[in-house]
């Protein structure tokens, strides 16, 4: 079974600040993907970035990174100077290799960037 | 650009009432998923499909029925509807098992039921 926890319910940030916002996951899996997503108030999902286990770089899509520890099982999402548009509910998912059909998704972290 | 398109967007039922609702992707995908969100709980897949004709069970699929009898069409069904089933609920779709595939996702369906 795979597990995604999301410890942040809630953010606030300064506009132009860096945010990290955080994810750690289980599996036995040994290939699998994270993913994270984005969801505004108007309330459509939107893909942002995506990790690969055995990618040996950490994703970057933008002002979006993903500082990956496989070790440590995190998968945090770094927003780099925030946007008051940044302001929205994120998520953290993944899909293992064994029933790699499936995305189980995190909680969320709902973050509101500050003027 | 149409992506996955979810019908209705919002829809009041009472219970006991059934409703049909439709997700239908334009990109040739193989996978297709009606997941669930409620507050403080993220998305909760009901139901998936791997392929015309195909369906089967996520983690929350009491009360729910599906079918994929086009392969560009995903229904959902509530048979009795209860209060419970109240939440938005998003239809998602991908290409493959290719892991770095993301999931395409619809704008939702708000549904209320009273």
């Known amino acids: 079974a795979q597990k995604i926890t999301q410890t942040q319910p809630g953010m606030f940030v300064q506009e132009k600040e860096a945010v990290t916002l955080d994810c750690t996951y289980d599996?036995?899996?040994?290939?699998?993907?994270l993913f994270w997503y984005k969801q505004p108030s108007s309330g459509e999902m939107i893909f942002l970035i995506y990790?690969?286990?055995?990618?040996?770089q950490n994703a970057t899509e933008g002002r979006y990174s993903l500082n990956f520890q496989k070790a440590r099982k995190s998968a945090n999402l770094v927003i780099s100077a925030s946007q008051l548009g940044d302001s929205a509910m994120y998520f953290c998912a993944m899909r293992g290799y064994f029933g790699n059909e499936k995305l189980t998704f995190g909680t969320g972290t709902r973050l509101t960037i500050i003027p | 650009n149409a992506g996955v398109t979810q019908t209705p967007k919002f829809r009041v039922l009472k219970t006991g009432q059934s409703m049909t609702l439709l997700c239908a992707q334009d990109?040739?995908?193989?996978?297709m998923y009606w997941y669930r969100q409620d507050p403080g709980m993220g998305l909760r897949l009901i139901h998936y499909?791997?392929?015309?004709?195909?369906?089967a069970k996520g983690e929350v699929p009491d009360g729910y029925n599906v079918s994929r009898l086009k392969k560009q069409n995903f229904l959902l069904g509530l048979e009795s509807a209860a209060p419970s089933q109240t939440s938005v609920y998003f239809c998602?779709?991908?290409?493959?098992?290719?892991?770095?595939?993301?999931?395409?996702f619809g704008d939702g369906t708000r549904l209320s039921i009273l």
């Open positions: 990109m040739n995908h193989e996978y």
């Open positions: 990790q690969g286990s055995y990618d040996e």
């Open positions: 499909s791997v392929g015309e004709g195909t369906t």
């Open positions: 998602a779709s991908n290409t493959d098992r290719e892991i770095a595939q993301p999931q395409h």
């Open positions: 599996t036995s899996d040994q290939s699998y993907g």
